[in-house]
Each structure stands twice: as structure tokens, then as C-alpha cells.
């Protein structure tokens, strides 16, 4: 059973999408039951493909699509490849899909009234294209479902409000051009290897030894500027901000912390699996250090570009861009601790982005205003979303225990064994910032004046005054969001284990 | 001799406990206080409980998990840690009786939030007391610095905002800023290690020059120690109600500060490390210089607690200073006076809240002639100022003369000057304030009797400051206990 898990996390949301599709003509509140329950047998089969993956007799599962034969020369069919590192990104894909899919219970109907049943049809297509593109072996394969992830999420942004249709039309542009880039560059590689399976390009560059080799060296840097396009890395992160912040709440809350993590997720794969880091850090010593450089860059224009904003959205998505730096910056470290680091920060970034994007959109909805000021006062009249929020707020400044934290440790310390002390300053400005922009938030929180009750009045017992209600949104709202607070915190208490995983996953495959 | 124990657990646990009793009785004030007096008498006899095994040599420790590869959350009780706690947890009883009569005297809001914050805060204390390793260390810190916020900006108007402000960005500021990437150096230099061994984490392979930033990377970013430029949220933190700046910036937070330099000093780098490497005289400079400008800045201060505040800067860099001297006198003198100071310091405080409950008045011009109206009082802020001074017979006396001594015996003559330059600036600040509110007759008004009658505080807080008073002058005649603990640091 365990080796067919690979293909049934990709099915299941597929035949998801089509079901919600033809039950939307005729039952369109059933709509919601059925993804949330494709969603959750994905996420709950990812799960125990963790489990499967860590429990020593599978390192790593290989599933042939088609059920294509062995040959003794290269790949010829399309192969799932699904090891640790995979299957703990794939999980985390699939059980944010699924929380998300609880927190939208409420929201679809509101904000993408009649498209319902598309909502769903896509969203679990994005479903399909992000863990598709987490565990496929072939070079090619990866391009297409890096399409299909594309083209369900352009789709699915301009869903949102008026501006979200431009967002999405400088996102359909920007993500055209990444993605032709990593088409190109894997075209030098087919020319020159002959195969599209990952683990065919690496032996035949081994082999025939075309490291030094102008089209190879090509190709590598066609994939990055690529990649990076698709993941925002600053200075192309234009697309991201509006997109993020216009689209649907709910699309928002699933987009922000998974897709720019699934594009380093493939960076990184990129990086170690087909070019090596023999190749990567060795052979053009500049590289790493323009990358890291640029990674710093992007690390102190994104703290500064949040810090100016006021929409709560548009200072998380800048947040996003600094992230994107964090991963960039550790995984060109050209040290295990480093890529290590940025790999468990693609975890715990996640659980906090998609925690702090929740506590937001309730926040927008209950207040109907976007801007730090609807934060005011709002401890008293929001307590259990103010705890969540504060939980992602201290994440992202990187207080422990939350994972945030451990990120901010094993990446600093990389950063001092590779002794780049740009990258560390960087990280530790980034902190700084988030704490000045996350403070003042609270600040109002804590302090402002609730609308309704009489400035200077300060009452000897909150819950015994009557001007001010406890106003929580449904439980829909609120489950997703402790599961994603309750999250960041479990990943920080169980993130030595996490990060052996990772670093043995990595060495394995660097061998 | 290491022993695990689960008592250091149960003793920083308790004070967490009280959390939600306090918040369940919210309506019955008076159950309410009786949990917090719960959990701090229970507190300080677990810490008893420990004091014989400490004094016979012995370390307890208790671990959680290992949270980082070769780091555990992890307590470990010496004799340091000990005599830290003791001193904390027995001034938390007396602030909890005296915040009872100041809180309930001015009738001040969100008395529960008060309390439940005040017990979260002395958890962070002992956790810092208690902790074993730099990691576990740092944590409590920051622990300490956001629960302690509510605290400073309690009253919640424009002055306690802005106060907050400096306080948080201060502290959390300097400890992201320094101590974290220090800390992360140390961990990388050491080769995963940050326990504080009775060597030294840290070996002269790191050399002077990166031992140098180390060093004061950790000594300017644990900020709450006030040492000078990042001195500025003391003052500002005193919009806070006198039983939090009393117990947190005269003895939890501020001697957190100094205590994890004192750590860092002898457990990070040990001694002999800095004194091998020649480093450690920048930091004598620093506190030497943060001691004069401090003395002569409180001078100027007329609103009483921001002149003890500046006073608490001073005194706080002499430990700091003490430490730096690398002697066993100096050191055992710096680990005295955290006690001492904290005795010396919480009676002003006490006082200055006391006067300000009974009278209403903040500042010092204002308490001319006041000893006639609060004798009791008065006469404690007499006690409280000798034994900061460091006159005989009161406990400041036995540390001042060890920290002299160190001074000596490190053949630091400038440092002997500066620190009977700064007795003489005290003496100047402190003093004048009781001698002027007994011997001098306060301003008449028209139509103000001639007779004065005694108005003194709720005896909830004149007992307290009684108590701590009194505890300054048997510090002077029973020092062999801090003695004891101070000097188990310094034996090898």
C-alpha cells in the first residue's frame, strides 16, 4: 500500500476537483463537504507518508507513473520521487489546504459569490500542481505542473476585488517569464544530456564530466533566474504584493505561505540534486557571493518596504519578500547548516505566514478596514484572534519557543560559519524591523481606544463593562487559526528532530 | 557535584500555577492576593529547601529536552543562582503585601492583570536564576522583558505608552540585536556547547580581538543590566506603579541584568579567560564611567523616583564594575551586592510609593519636612539610603568594601577613586532628602495649623518597608549566608 501513497496524495484532490466541479451545478453547498474531505484524506495520507519515509525500511519512495518498465538506460516515464524533505513539504501543502479549506467555510460564499464551485475545483488543482511539483523526478514534469499551479492561481486571484484582476494580469506576465526561463534552461540540459529524469541528468553530467561545460553553466543560471521570478526574490518580487493582498481572502490565506515555499522548496532541489554543490559553491566562488549579497538586499528592502506600508496585508506580503531572502541567503551558504536552515525555515515560514494571513483577513473582515488602525484596541474585543496573531507576530520576530526562533538560529549560525557577516546583520536588522512593526501594532492593540467607549475610560474590569463585547468571529475561522498558531509553536518545540531529518536528507543526497 | 532534582522545577513552576487561580478569583480580590501570598511563601520554601544542599557544595539541576542539538532547557542551582533567588523570592511576599495596600490605597484598575503579570514576571526571574545554559538564559530574559511590559505601561495614558516604547525596544532591542548572535557564536566557537561549566565554554583559540565584541556584545546587550548608553529605559520605566519599579527595576529585572553579565563572566568565559586575554578593562571603563555620569545625573533629578532610578544605574554598574576586576574579592563583592543593593534599593522605593500614597507627592523639593507627618517612613528611607551609601551598620557597607578590596587587589587604584567619588555623589543625592524632611519645617500656607499631625501610609505598605529596612541592617550584622553563596561561585 505504502508505495502507491505518492500517486493518491495527487489523485484524490484531482478527482476532487472534478466531483465539486459537476456536484456545483446541482448541489452547490456540497460543495465545501467534499474538498474538505478530499483534502483532508490527502493531507492525512501525506501524513502517513511522513511516517513511512521516517520509519527506516522506505528512505526514499519511487513511483512509476504508468507503471512504465525499467530500462537499463535512462528514465523513459514520468517518475514521483519521495523522500524525507518531499514528503514533509507535501504534508505541509496538503494540511494547509486542508485547514484553509475549513477557515473558507464561511468566506466562499461571501467573497466569490456563484464561482463556488470553481473556488474549490481550483484550489485543489493548485492542490495537485504544488505537491506535484514537490515530489516529480523529471525535469520537464516539473515545468508543466509548475504551469498548472500558475494558471489555477491566476485565476483563482482574479477572483478577488477590483484591483485583483490587474494584480493578476502582472502576475500572469511576471510568472510567464519565470517560468519560460526554467523551460529554457531545462532545454540545454535535455540538449546536452539527453534525458529529463533528475537523476539521469546528474549521472550523465557525472559521467561524461560537463561541468565546465558553457551550456551547462547556462542552463544552471536560466533555472535560478526562473525560479526566483516565481518566487519573488527581490528585485522580482513586483507581482507579489498586490496579488497576494487583492486576491480572495481565502486564497490569500492558502497562496501566501506556500507558493513562493514550494519555489524554494525547488530551488533548493535544483541546487543539490541536479547540479551538485561541488558545482554550485565550488566552481564559481562569485556566485554564492553575489547570490548571498543579493539576498541581503532583498532581506533589508523587504523589512523596509513592510515597515512603510499601513494595510496589514501589504505589510505581510513585504514580509513574505524578506523571507524569501532568508531561504535564498542560507541555502547559497555553501554549508549544510545553511541549506538545512533555509529548508526548515520553508516549514516554519509557512506556519507562520499562513497563521499571521488568517489573523489578518479576520481582522479586515470583523474591523472592514485594512489599515493598522482597525488593530485598535482590539485585545479586549478580539482576545482569542489577538492571541493567535500574537503567536505568528512573535514567530516572525523570532522570539522562542516559536519557530521562528530556531529559523533565525540555525541560519545565523550558518551564516557565522561561513563567516558572512552581511547575511547576519541582515537577519538580525530584519528582526529588529518586524519587532518595531509588530509592536506598534500591538501597541494599538493593547492601548487604542475602542470605538464606543469614552476616551481616558478605563474600566476596573473588561468583562464587566457593557460597552465592550467580546466580537469572535465563527468557529470556522478560529479553528484554522489555532491549528496554524498551535502549529508554529509545535515546530518549534520538535524542530531538532526536524532539522537531523533534514540535514541527514541533504547529506544523503549530496553522496 | 551535580544532583537532579525537581525541586528547582517545582520552584520556578508555582509562581506559573498562580496564573490561573489569580485570574479565576478575579472577583474576590481577597482570594485573589491569598493565591499570589500562596505561591510566594510556597516558592521561598522550596528555595529553602534547597539552601543546605547548596551550601554543602552540591548543584542541583533538572533538564526538559533537549530543544537544540546538545541544548536542553535546562535548570541548574548553584550558589549564585541561590542567593539571586533567595533574594528575589523573598522581596516578591513583601511587594505583594505592599502592592496590596498601594494598589488597593489608590484604588488603581486591571488589579488582576497587575497580579497575574507580577507572578508570570517572578517565574521569568527564577527561570533566569535557575537556568543552566545560555539558551535556557536567554530565554527567560526575553520571557522577562514581555511580561514585565504590561507592568511598566500599567496606567496606559501617553507618558506610561511612550515609557513602554523605550522599555521594549531597549531590551528587545540590544538582545536580538547582540546577545543572540553572540550567544549563536559561542554555540558555533564552542562546538555546540553553551553550558555554564565551572570553566569556561570558550577557549583563548577564540582570540582578543573577537573575545572583545564577545564580551561586550553580551555585557551591553543584556540591556537590563543599565549599563551606559543603553541605560534610558530605567528612567522612562518609572511611570510604572512604585510596587512594580520597586520589586522589577530595583531587583528582578535590573539585577537579571547584572546577573547574566555575572554569569557571562564566570561561566561563558570564565576569569581567567578574560583575564588572559586582556579584555576585560574596556568593560571597567564603561562602568566606571556609567557610575560617575549616573550619581551626578541623579543629583539633578527632583522627581524622586526617577532620581532613584538614575541612583539604581549607578549601583548597578558597580557590580558590573566588580566583576570586571577578575578578583575573587571583586566578584564575591558584585555577587554581594546584588543582595545588598536589592535590600537597600526596594526601602526607597517602598518609601517613595508610601509618600506618594499618603500624600500624593512626587517629588523631592515637596518632602521638606515630611518626617514630622511619616516618621516611620522617613526614617526607613534614612536606613535605605546608609546602606546604598555603604555606611556601616548596614549590609551595603560589607559589599562596598569587598568591591574596594577587588579594586585594590587588582591593583586598580583609578577604580578605588572612582567608587569613593561615587560613596561621596550618594551621599549628595540620598542623603539630603531624610535630613531635610526631619530638621526642616515644611513651607507654611496660610490657615494651616501649626500642629502636624502623623498620616502614614496603609499598614500594608509601612510594614513591608519596615521589614526591608530592618533586612539592611541584620544583612550588615549576618553576611556569612551571602558570603557563603557569593563565594561558592569563586572556589574552583
Known sequence: MTEHFPVLILLVPLFGALIVVLLGRERPDQCWVTSLISLGVSSLISFFTVIAVLSGKVQTLRYRMGGWPESDGYEVGIELRVDILAALVVFAVTFVGFVNTIYSKTRAGAEVRGKVPFFYALIQLLIVGLCGIVMTNDAFNLYVLIEITSLTSYALIAMGNRRAALSSFNYVIMGTIGASFYLIGVGYLYIKTGTLNIDDIRMVLEQKNLWEHQSIIVAFIFIMLGVWTKMAFFPLHGWLPNAYAYAPSMTGTFMAPLMTKVMVYVMIRVMVWIFGNEFVYSSQPMWGEIVIWMSVLAIVAGSLLALARTDIKKILTYLIVAEVGYMVGGSWLADGVGQAGAFYHILSDAAMTFCLFIAASIIVLRVGDSRVNAFDGLFRKMPLTMIGFTVGALSMIGLPPTCGFFSKWYLISAGIEAGHWGYVCALIFSSLVNAVIFFRIFERAYFGKISGVKEDHFPSDSDANPDIRIKEVPWSMLVPLFIASGSVLLLGIMNRSLFEWIQAALKMMNT | ?492
Request: one cysteine or more; hydrophobic letters at 55%; a neutral charge.
Open chain 2, 1 to 492: 557535584m551535580t544532583e537532579f532534582s525537581f525541586i528547582p522545577l517545582f520552584t520556578w513552576i508555582v509562581s506559573l500555577l498562580a496564573v490561573p487561580g489569580i485570574l479565576l478569583f478575579r472577583k474576590r480580590p481577597d482570594a485573589r492576593e491569598g493565591i499570589t501570598f500562596l505561591a510566594a511563601f510556597l516558592k521561598l520554601g522550596m528555595i529553602f529547601m534547597m539552601l543546605p544542599l547548596i551550601r554543602e557544595g552540591k548543584i542541583l539541576c533538572f533538564k526538559f529536552g533537549e530543544i537544540l542539538p546538545g541544548i536542553p532547557i535546562e535548570f541548574r542551582v548553584d550558589g549564585l543562582g541561590m542567593l539571586f533567588a533567595l533574594v528575589a523570592s523573598s522581596l516578591w511576599i513583601l511587594t505583594t503585601l505592599y502592592s496590596l495596600g498601594y494598589m488597593r490605597g489608590l484604588k488603581e484598575h486591571d488589579q488582576t492583570r497587575f497580579f497575574v503579570c507580577f507572578a508570570l514576571s517572578l517565574s521569568a526571574t527564577i527561570g533566569v536564576a535557575f537556568a543552566g545554559n545560555l539558551l535556557t538564559l536567554y530565554i527567560f530574559y526575553e520571557i522577562l522583558s514581555l511580561s514585565t511590559y504590561p507592568l511598566v505601561t500599567h496606567h496606559g495614558d501617553k507618558e506610561a505608552r511612550s515609557g513602554g516604547r523605550t522599555y521594549l525596544s531597549h531590551l528587545l532591542g540590544t538582545s536580538v540585536a547582540f546577545v543572540l548572535p553572540a550567544m549563536i557564536y559561542c554555540y558555533w566557537k564552542s562546538g555546540g556547547d553553551l553550558n555554564f561549566t565551572d570553566g569556561s565554554l570558550l577557549s583563548t583559540n577564540i582570540g582578543s580581538d573577537a573575545g572583545l565584541i564577545v564580551l561586550l556584545a553580551f555585557t551591553l546587550g543584556f540591556a537590563k543590566s543599565g549599563l551606559m548608553p543603553f541605560h534610558s529605559w530605567l528612567p522612562n520605566a518609572m511611570v510604572a506603579p512604585t510596587p512594580v519599579s520597586a520589586l522589577l527595576h530595583a531587583v528582578a529585572v535590573v539585577k537579571v541584568g547584572v546577573f547574566c553579565v555575572l554569569r557571562v563572566f564566570t561561566g561563558v568565559f570564565g576569569t581567567d579567560l578574560i583575564a588572559e586575554l586582556d579584555i576585560a578593562a574596556v568593560i571597567s571603563y564603561v562602568a566606571a564611567f556609567t557610575i560617575i555620569v549616573s550619581s551626578l545625573i541623579a543629583l539633578t533629578q527632583d522627581n524622586l523616583k526617577r532620581r532613584l532610578a538614575f541612583s539604581t544605574i549607578g549601583q548597578l554598574a558597580y557590580i558590573v564594575l566588580g566583576v570586571s576586576f577578575l578578583t575573587s574579592n571583586g566578584v564575591t563583592g558584585s555577587a554581594m551586592h546584588i543582595a545588598t543593593h536589592a535590600f537597600g534599593k526596594i526601602t526607597l522605593f517602598f518609601c517613595a510609593g508610601a509618600i506618594f500614597v499618603a500624600t500624593g507627592k512626587k517629588y523631592v523639593s515637596q518632602m521638606v519636612g515630611l518626617g514630622r507627618q511619616m516618621p516611620v517612613t522617613m526614617l526607613a528611607f534614612l536606613f535605605g539610603s546608609l546602606s546604598i551609601i555603604g555606611l556601616p551598620p548596614f549590609g551595603g557597607a560589607w559589599s562596598k568594601w569587598y568591591l574596594f578590596l577587588g579594586a585594590l587587589e587588582a591593583d586598580q587604584l583609578a577604580m578605588a577613586v572612582v567608587l569613593i567619588i561615587s560613596s561621596i555623589l550618594n551621599i549628595a543625592y540620598l542623603l539630603p532628602i531624610p535630613i531635610n524632611a526631619f530638621f526642616r519645617r515644611p513651607p507654611q500656607e496660610d490657615g494651616q495649623a501649626e500642629t502636624i499631625e502623623i498620616k502614614e501610609a496603609p499598614m500594608a505598605c509601612v510594614v513591608p518597608l519596615s521589614i526591608t529596612a530592618v533586612g539592611g541592617l541584620l544583612l550588615f550584622l549576618f553576611p556569612e549566608l551571602g558570603f557563603e553563596l557569593a563565594q561558592l561561585l569563586t572556589k574552583k
